[in-house]
């Protein structure tokens, strides 16, 4: 994932209401009524989130007659959950290193 | 975490200066000095960054002499890896119901 796409999506998801889409759709695909229902906002400024999370490949979308129904993209999570997962790895296999040396120096020390 | 801890720490990780400071510090503590040389830009831009990321408590620093040193703070790093892990745990869940659904279809026509 290039750096531009991890800002994007990163920045996509500081938002409590494109998170709360984000969550919703996990469940399962939902008109834009459904989504927009429990956002106590006007509907252009809901749509604009909705434009945001599309933008960053986070929710595509489909429109049938007059209803439009989106679903989550599961990719660029996981590839920012890929990210994050890797910087405790790295961190954790210091700990892991930092636990051992401890060890072996009570060992000089008994 | 609230919303807002989460609002906080998605918006510092979207840019890349800063995601390369946590990559460095994943690997252990570093000095000021040490992280800003990798990265071309004036040292008041870098120490901005640096605030970024201590006021969202990805980052905290001990100064002692002249030298200030950096440690990363792992909690909210493990925090926002949590939702995302929830997310996909959740859309995983339904792909799983959606496999198992299907199969029972096929039982049905066999």
Redesign the interface.
Known sequence: MS?RR???V??T????TR?AV??RL???PASVSELAGPHDMALPTFMRHLKVLEDAGLVRSVKKGRVRTCH?E?AP??E??G???W??Q??EQ?LDRLDALALSLEKDIE
């Open positions: 750096q991890l800002d994007l990163f920045a998801l500081a938002d409590s998170r984000v969550e996990a469940s399962g989550i599961a999570l996981m920012v959950q990210w994050l997962a910087q405790r790295v961190w210091r």
